[in-house]
């Protein structure tokens, strides 16, 4: 008897370790320089269920700053609206599967949408751009990182810096992004 109660104690005890660490847990930087905060507030994570998640990345030109190739992305950064997405579903042991993304609208401060840029119109800085962001996804997001899909919006009207908003809906919900975003300049 005493045995199977110290059996019973040590599942119920084990179980709660297993589910502790299933939990999604953050923290926020202490003190961050202006890259980190800005790179933090410019990627949503969301945890829609079980085994199920939306990443959302809004590419701006403030959190790659002293990146290996940052200065080369700049431009095509400040020029246009990059937003790269993936939703992810997982189970243990198996590799994560991703939802194919066909189309992603997304809209300035006053409910604009933003015009895409045709894929035959793509000037060849912003396929070299898009391409770098790839990799950084692939590298620094792991399995959601590699599903990422990637969007080019005409940005004359939202800019990272300057008052506005970028909202991005998707699967029922509306990611958004207010600016000036952190890690941009003080005047």
């Known amino acids: 008897m005493f045995s199977m109660n110290r059996l019973l104690r040590f599942a119920a005890f084990s179980a709660i370790g297993v589910l502790a660490l299933m939990i999604p ?35 701006v ?3 790659l700053i002293g990146a290996p190739n940052g200065q080369t992305m700049q ?15 997982g189970t243990p042991g198996a590799p994560m599967s991703f939802t194919p993304i ?13 015009s895409p840029l045709a894929a035959n119109a793509t000037p ?16 620094n997001f792991g399995p959601i990182g ?3 899909r990637w969007f080019v919006f005409d940005g004359s009207t939202i800019h990272s810096c300057q008052p506005g908003k970028l909202s991005v809906p998707y699967g029922g919900e509306t990611y958004t992004f207010e600016t000036p975003i952190p890690g941009c300049a003080k005047p």
């Open 25 to 59: 847990a953050s923290a926020r930087q202490w003190s961050p320089d202006a890259r980190s905060a800005a790179g933090d507030y410019t990627f949503i994570l969301h945890p829609k269920g079980p085994g199920q998640v939306v990443a959302v990345w809004w590419a």
């Open 61 to 63: 030109p403030e959190a």
């Open 75 to 89: 431009e095509p950064l400040s020029r246009y609206v990059m937003v790269g997405i993936s939703e992810g579903r």
């Open 102 to 114: 066909q189309d992603l609208k997304i809209a300035d401060a006053s409910g604009r949408q933003l």
């Open 124 to 139: 060849p800085e912003v396929t070299q751009t898009i391409a770098s962001l790839q990799m950084i996804a692939r590298q």
């Open 146 to 148: 590699q599903g990422m």
